[in-house]
């Protein structure tokens, strides 16, 4: 007779939390872990610039087209660097690469610091440091995805994402919170300097990094050929094409980042040049990506990934859709009513946040291990493009809407979209919903 096991409502409920729990097994790998902890120095202080430069802008100039400006300053460098930084990626050693892009972000950050602390009001010169580091950015973060199948195995992929993109929304948490809270005591400067600081951490890890040359490639300057080479290669891959698409759908019309000084300080309430409003809103995106990753333990488990991306995708946009409709709804009422719609504005932001951590982690991972070794830096190039740089197309394009109809409508119309195209390219293209991940990458 086999005896039956006592069902324990404790034991249960650690069972269930384990499944959930994010998987740290990357994180016995040396190398990675200390490009992990790195980044929760680094990633903090970046935020701090992330948050300063359009609070900057818009505190200089009083416009959102001009903060909307800085996604064509960012855009540009990110396409052409972006693309070619991939192809160096494919050549040259990527340690070297990190060291060297790390360091440029190094001195453009020292740089936003001394026009701050000048006392510079030219919105033009920020804008074009603005774009110096995007330049750079768009180098190194294509070389640093590419590494990372060299250092974890393809089947701790998922997680390892899951747990970069972690540390880098809980970063993109902290850095606005703390901003929000600093600018108006301490000035634009500040902030800047300690971006500058907190990348020494960065420094630090990648020189502990081995050489990460690539196999049987001559180490010669890749011209314009290897870029297209990169994109020859894609077209043969129908799947990884809309991993592109669909993130590309949900970052042009759904991301309203563009929107929040404005919608702090007017739907809001909150000061021009920043403050505790202004702050939250920044936040509330990387909150839900947080929560998203510390939940992340299923990710490794889902077989139909492409299914699970269209999933993710149309949460994003009908959280986002809420979004603009809070806003809308704002001045509707009196306080005790705008506080209720900032909460609920705020929920939505959280909501969309853990959605898109789950669609990132699932279309790197598709990517990563697809992708054989010599072509992975070019198609990290044409990743970072599509995810750096739909967002600040949408900078623009929510910029230029909200002047004509509002920051409200111009949000909640994005998200409207965003479900609308995803749905209309998943019908177009069935094989991507159908992908499954194979026993060879699992």
Known sequence: MVARRRFSPVTGAVGRWRGLAADTRPLKVPDFRRLWTANIITVIGAQLTVVAVPAQIYADTGSSAYVG???VFGLVPLVVFGLYGGALADVFDRRTILLVTTIGLIVTSGLF???????STNVWLLLSLFAVQQAFFAVNQPTRSALLPRLVPAALLPAANSLNMTVMQAGAIAGPLVAGILIPFTGFGWLYALDTVSLLATVW???????????????VVPGVRAVVDGFAYLRHQPVLLMSFVVDIIAMVFGMPRALF?????LDFGGPSEGGLTFALLFAGIPAGAVVGGVLSGWVSRIVRQ????V??????????????VAVLLADAGGAGWQRAMLVTALLMLVIGGAADMASAAFRSSMLQSAAADEVRGRLQGVFIVVVAGGPRVADVAHGATAAAVGAGAAAAGGGVLVVVGVVVAALVVPSFVRYRVTAATR
């Open 69 to 71: 400006l800085t996604g």
């Open 113 to 119: 610091a001394v026009q701050a602390f000048a006392g």
């Open 205 to 219: 890890a990648v020189v502990r990094l081995p050489s990460l040359r690539i196999e049987g490639v001559a180490a």
């Open 261 to 265: 000084p404005e919608i702090a300080h």
């Open 306 to 309: 492409g299914l699970a991306v």
């Open 311 to 324: 999933v993710c995708i149309v949460v994003w946009g009908v959280a986002m859709a809420g979004f603009g």
